[in-house]
């Protein structure tokens, strides 16, 4: 049985380790890739974010190579055809792990343990090990030899993102962190810095962060607004729709490319400016119904907050996957029996407007989720910014993951580890919203408030705007949101 | 509603003109109450297809009904006539005398119907005190003015104008609009003009001409196609140069003897496909390639070979700007040399910043602007705004821009930095026939005035470009 690292640490590293965030400016990184140049980079694995890194890093000048397990070089998996017809050289870890570098361990976080603890043995005495996710290292306590360097480059955004903006000539957010335990040479900051620089990521700003900052922000975010508010969301405003005779067709619909549409508009302006494409009415009614659901779920995302900061959570995952993922793939199948995942969505089109007119209940939930979620990271001792990236940030770019096959594909598309937690969110927050839901009608999820006039009560409406606009989430999120742009467009 | 007879209707004509010039298949319907301006490029048979309705040239198939009788003309070309005329009079005349030639106002007189109306004029043009002088020693403009009175006079049942207001002053310029003006409302007007800037209020209609083709007859009040027409225009008359390269941000120097691109042996190939092999290839500087082939013949995949869009590039035997590929280079120091422009770029373009940083992001390789410009740069961006007659528009989204536009727009970002090597992945894919010969007039002022080696891609053989000579073409395997 393994030991969570962050229970061994003192209350006082614990907090040292989850406020640790800063935000890296361009000039940080002048020295671009050189600390990588020459080096020999070995990436284990060849899934979303193995091939996409490597490609980037590849097109960076560096020098990447991949190695897979036995099995699926044998039997030409996807992720060997990945790999080689993108022209990359494979091998097996005996050939290639004893000659890297770097060895940049991008395997889905179930199987670390066991993919570490295979490679480490041929690692190169001083090499590097190097992460895209924290969680091996945090919730495992994974030990690491200790003249291994540890390191970790953590993406905010899916692997295919990460090159579609790289090959833009921009990148994406980006994380990183030495582990501190593992950085004998006291190289560990240039290298993440010029993996960061090879991927892209200082274009579009990098986090100076912890293991520990990470994985616990990045669990919660992904449990609860990212993808448990979604998929709670969906279930409970289509059945509603079904109740109020809403035709199912367009229920789905409105569901399915409404979180989308929605969520798009966080990218631009934060919760503001997704409150703002509502009309005067119905904001302040998205306003209220928000304020209500955050008092109603706050115990709940307090809850997965201290499961995540206790270790509970991985401890109770971890155990399911002892047990066959037994748990997981059960409430997978659950899901894809639900009334929405099965309602077909109609053909008939419903114009941009008409999802934020119709979706008032959507446009709270999103509103409610990622206040609570931000509230409730930075409460816990995480950065605002790491926060931000973990709510607000986020939100958007798992909302497409819905439009393109509702559920189903965005838990295919995300960690097992994110739909565990989601599934975990969803059964506690479908009866925690039961009461909630009952008062709702179709104005405000469906068909809209058909009202004949549009006039709000001043003093009202400049309260609601003030609240919207004062929250915290909203200035850490123009000044982040102002570092991209300020290099996006320049206008 | 009663169908509007037909004044003028010419159907699938074809004219042959002296020195060979063809109109071919001119299809033109011309209705009582408009007003018709024509444009085109020069030599593009602008003045052919006025001529034509005075009779001009030789009829090589279709037809033409319903000219009128009394044809009022003013054209370089009757003027060259009637001074020849009467020079000719002066050679016949073997007097021991020399003759003085017809005086002007006799010249006048020949055809005018409306003396009153002469003499107005006469006196608005300047043109009384010279009339007593002979026709043939006015100056140029001072018969111009006589021709125009002449064709003002004769009570035309249609006029045919070719480039009135050229070489005309300001006072005899406003004289002349503002009794066309008057005359808009009975006589029907076919007017000559190289700029569109000049074309009268009460012109209903514009028929461009092209290669001695009618290719776009728009009306007036179709405001999009009178603005893509106005690019056109501009394109294809102005006096356009390229804006300069940014002097702060020079390429790094290539080496002359090398050549740009060299291929050896290359493929691109999946686990079951083959999409081509034994390709050998190499690209001098200065030679302008075509690359054709049909679809799935790989052409892209050999571009992208090339631009490092290819994953395969790298393990393919590829030098390119004094670098073998796989060696250490980063993909932005090979993109620096490349200025390219395909659809599928057009597609990824999905960025909602100006046309201005657009043309800017071109210094930058990126799609969208991610970099902080300099004022030299934003400079260099308006002059190929303008060059593109798209200035106005600088601050607009680019998405909120037409197909075509947007098309030339990143036609502009590719050349912007003037890079070795432009690659035009096909330019003209997915353009309407305007727009096709927008981009093409663009590419040629290109291929013209830069130093830039073109390679085009296109499997259309009508959209060939002057100056491209090596032709490489790829079959489908
Ligand atoms: N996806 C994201 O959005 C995202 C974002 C940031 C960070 N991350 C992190 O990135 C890492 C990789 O995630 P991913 O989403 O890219 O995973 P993925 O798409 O599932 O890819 C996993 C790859 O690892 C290989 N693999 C699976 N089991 C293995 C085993 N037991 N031994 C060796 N190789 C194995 C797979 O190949 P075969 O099965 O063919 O062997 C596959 O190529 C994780 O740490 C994750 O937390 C992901
Ligand atoms: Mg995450």
Redesign the interface.
């Known amino acids: 049985m393994s030991t969570n690292y962050f229970n061994t640490l003192s209350l006082r590293e614990q907090l040292e380790q989850l406020g640790k965030c800063r935000f890296m400016h361009l000039d940080e990184f002048s020295d671009g ?1 050189d600390a990588l ?2 080096k020999k980079m070995v990436v284990i694995g060849c899934g979303a974010q193995g091939l996409n890194q490597g ?1 980037n890093l ?6 990447v190579s991949y190695t897979l397990r036995a099995e699926a070089i044998a039997e ?1 998996r996807q992720s060997w ?1 990945n790999a ?5 050289t494979v091998g097996t870890y005996e050939e290639l792990i004893p000659t890297a570098d770097v060895v940049l361990n991008l395997t889905p976080d179930k199987q670390h343990t066991a993919v570490v603890n295979s490679v480490m043995p041929l690692m190169k005495e001083g090499a590097c090990l190097s992460y895209s996710h924290g969680f091996n290292i945090v919730e495992e306590g994974m030990q690491i030899r200790d003249d291994l360097t540890v390191i970790m480059v953590a993406p905010k955004c899916p692997g295919s993102e990460v090159r579609a903006e790289y ?4 990148g994406v957010p980006t994380l990183i962190a030495v582990h501190e335990n593992n950085d004998p040479k006291g190289e560990g900051l240039a290298l993440a810095k010029a993996y960061a620089v090879g991927t892209g990521g200082h ?1 579009a700003g990098v986090l100076m962060s912890s293991f520990i900052a990470e994985v616990k922000s990045d669990l919660m975010g992904e449990q609860t607004i990212l993808c448990g508010m979604l998929q709670t969301g969906s279930l409970l405003c289509f059945d509603k729709m079904i109740e109020e005779g809403i035709d199912p067709g367009y229920a789905s619909k409105l569901i399915q490319y409404g979180w989308e549409t929605v969520t798009e508009a966080l990218k631009y302006g934060g919760v503001t400016n997704m409150m703002d494409r509502l009309s005067n009415p119905a904001k302040i009614k998205a306003f209220d119904l928000a304020e209500e659901m955050k008092d109603i779920m706050r115990p709940l995302y307090n809850k997965h907050q201290d499961d995540i900061m206790t270790g509970k959570f991985s401890e109770t995952m971890m155990a399911d996957w002892a047990n066959d993922d037994k748990e997981l793939l059960g409430w997978r199948a659950d899901t894809a029996e639900t009334a929405y995942e099965k309602t077909p969505a109609t053909e008939d089109e419903i114009t941009e407007q008409e999802y934020f007119d119709n979706g008032i209940l959507m446009v709270a939930m999103v509103k409610a989720g990622v206040e609570l979620a931000f509230e409730t990271m930075t409460s816990a001792g995480i950065i605002a910014d790491s926060a931000y990236y973990e709510s607000l940030h986020e939100t958007p770019l798992i909302a497409n993951t819905i439009a393109r096959k509702k559920l189903y594909e965005m838990n295919s598309t995300i960690s097992d580890t994110a739909e565990y937690g989601c599934y975990l969110y969803n059964h506690a927050c479908v009866p925690l919203l039961g009461d909630f839901m009952k008062n709702i009608k179709s104005d405000v999820i469906g068909a809209g408030l058909q009202l004949n006039h549009t006039g709000v009560d001043n003093a009202r409406l400049i309260e609601v705007n003030d609240a919207i606009r004062n929250h915290p989430v909203e200035a850490i999120g123009s000044t982040l949101r102002g570092y991209m742009s300020d ?5 | 509603m009663t169908m509007q007879h037909l004044l003028i209707n010419v159907s699938d004509l074809t004219v042959e003109f002296d020195k060979g010039f063809r109109c071919s298949n001119i299809n033109w319907q011309l209705f009582p109450g408009q007003h018709w301006m024509i444009c085109g490029s020069n030599g593009a048979g602008k003045s052919a297809l006025a001529a034509i309705l005075t009779g001009a040239g030789d009829i090589d198939g279709g037809y033409i009904t319903g000219v009128p009788e009394r044809i009022g003309v003013v054209s370089f070309e009757a003027q060259a006539e009637l001074i020849e005329a009467e020079r000719r009079k002066d050679d016949a005349d073997i007097l021991d005398v020399i003759a003085e030639g017809t005086p002007a106002g006799e010249i006048i007189a020949q055809v005018c119907k409306d003396q009153t109306l002469a003499d107005k004029l006469c006196e608005q043009f300047g043109l009384t005190p010279l009339l007593d002088r002979a026709f043939r020693k006015l100056s140029t403009g001072e018969t111009r003015k006589v021709m125009l009175i002449r064709a003002l006079t004769s009570k035309p049942q249609l006029l045919i104008l070719d480039e009135p207001f050229e070489g005309l002053d300001a006072a005899s310029l406003a004289a002349l609009q503002q009794h066309l003006l008057s005359l808009a409302s009975h006589i029907p007007m076919v007017i000559v003009l190289n700029r569109l800037d000049q074309c009268p209020e009460f012109v209903t209609h514009i028929a461009f001409m092209q290669d001695g083709k009618l290719t776009q007859q728009i009306a007036r009040d179709d405001h999009d196609a009178y603005q893509q027409l106005t690019q056109l225009m501009h394109l294809k008359t102005t006096q356009l140069t390229l804006p300069p390269t940014d002097i702060d941000h020079t390429l790094p120097e290539l080496d002359p003897a090398k050549p740009l691109v060299q291929l050896k042996s290359a493929a691109v190939k999946y686990t079951d496909t083959v999409i081509f092999k034994d390709l050998d290839w190499t690209i001098n500087r200065g030679e302008h390639w075509q690359l054709t082939g049909p679809n799935g013949s790989g052409k892209t995949a050999l571009l992208s070979l090339i631009t490092g869009d290819h994953p395969q590039c790298y393990v393919n035997d590829i030098f390119v700007f004094g670098f073998k590929r796989g060696s250490g280079e980063s993909i932005w120091q090979i993109k620096q040399f490349i200025g390219y422009v395909s659809t599928a770029l057009q597609w990824e373009y999905t960025v909602g910043t100006s046309l201005r940083n657009v043309i800017i992001s071109g210094f930058y390789d990126s799609i969208g602007l991610y970099s902080k410009y300099t004022d030299n740069q934003r400079d260099i961006a308006n002059q190929w705004l303008e060059v593109l007659g798209m200035r106005d528009r600088a601050d607009e989204t680019f998405t909120s821009q037409s197909y075509g536009d947007q098309r030339l727009l990143l036609i502009a970002r590719a050349m912007v930095k003037h890079p070795p090597l432009l690659i035009l992945d096909e330019p003209c894919l997915g353009l309407d026939d305007m727009n096709r010969q927008q981009v093409l007039s663009l590419i040629e002022l290109i291929c013209a005035r830069s130093d830039s080696t073109v390679l085009y891609v296109n499997h259309h053989a009508e959209d060939k470009i002057v100056g491209v000579e090596n032709y490489l073409a790829l079959d489908s395997l």
């Open positions: 890739v140049k020459g490609l590849r097109d960076s000048g560096l020098d030409k055809k080689t017809e993108n022209g990359f090959v833009r000539g921009f274009k290099m996006k467009k320049i206008v």
